[in-house]
């Protein structure tokens, strides 16, 4: 859902829906945007090695067996100049987190109750961290824009959420709709017009700084998108994205 200034060249270099900033606006244009973001995660890693819950149980008492998370996003942009935009970011998230038990065992999970079914839920809802983000113009012609970003993630968002069935441990790390620090996001994006087609290639990070009240920071994150957009019709512009994503070691613990 996107309001933007009629006045907007929003069509001349398409950004999909996934990208958060993607491009520079003109001076005095502006976008506000609702996004709904659902991500549904399945499968177990030790590094990037598959592996299962067999091998899991071999050191803990529990393994994932899947995860969906809700994100709704509100943001607003702003023109300050031709080479400078502004953004601001906050939302709302919802997670569920399912859990394989290991068998014949009975004991407390974290954010959860004693049971015996073989299974176990966690869940958690919350305001998520607002962020701030500056878009410079490095290089624009008609037809492309490299544009150079840096934001940083204010930690608004609780870091202590407990699970709905109203025990009083604290969910995991991934559980919680924060990051419990001051986090750096730099980004830099590349778009191009062909003909009726719009190309785009991003790469962005997350660094983590310093370590959360709980003494513990999340693992910093590198991103990598490549998209492309048809804008030969006025009323949508369909778009497909390829996405890579490497996740770094959480560091100290709660």
Excluded at 1 to 19: D, K, M, R, Y
Excluded at 60 to 80: D, K, R, T, V
Excluded at 129 to 156: E, F, H, R
Excluded at 179 to 196: E, R
Aim: charged share 10%.
């Amino acid at each position: 859902l996107v309001a933007c200034n009629p006045f907007c060249a929003c069509s001349e270099l398409v950004v999909p829906s996934g990208i958060m900033i993607g491009k520079v606006h003109s001076k005095g244009e502006w976008m506000v945007s609702y996004k709904l973001m659902s991500m549904h995660m399945e499968g177990l890693l030790t590094g990037s090695e598959e592996t299962n819950s067999s091998a899991v149980f071999n050191t803990y008492l529990s393994s994932p067996e899947h995860m969906q998370m809700n994100m709704h996003m509100l943001m607003a942009m702003y023109g300050i100049s031709n080479k400078f935009t502004v953004m601001a970011m906050g939302g709302f998230t919802t997670a569920h987190m399912s859990m394989e038990m290991f068998a014949n065992s009975t004991h407390n999970h974290v954010g959860g109750e004693s049971s015996t079914d073989g299974h176990h839920d966690m869940e958690s809802q919350g305001v998520s961290d607002l962020k701030l983000y500056g878009m410079c113009n490095l290089y624009s012609t008609a037809k492309a824009q490299l544009g150079l970003t840096l934001g940083v993630n204010l930690p608004i968002a609780k870091i202590q959420a407990h699970n709905h069935t109203g025990t009083t441990a604290t969910l995991p790390y991934t559980m919680q709709t924060g990051s419990g620090t001051f986090d750096i996001l730099p980004a830099v994006t590349y778009l191009q017009a062909i003909g009726d087609f719009t190309l785009g290639l991003q790469a962005s990070g997350t660094i983590r700084n310093g370590q959360s009240t709980f003494g513990y920071k999340r693992g910093d994150e590198l991103q990598t998108n490549v998209w492309g957009a048809y804008r030969g019709w006025n009323w949508i512009y369909p778009t497909a994205r390829l996405e890579s994503s490497v996740l770094g070691k959480a560091n100290g613990a709660n």
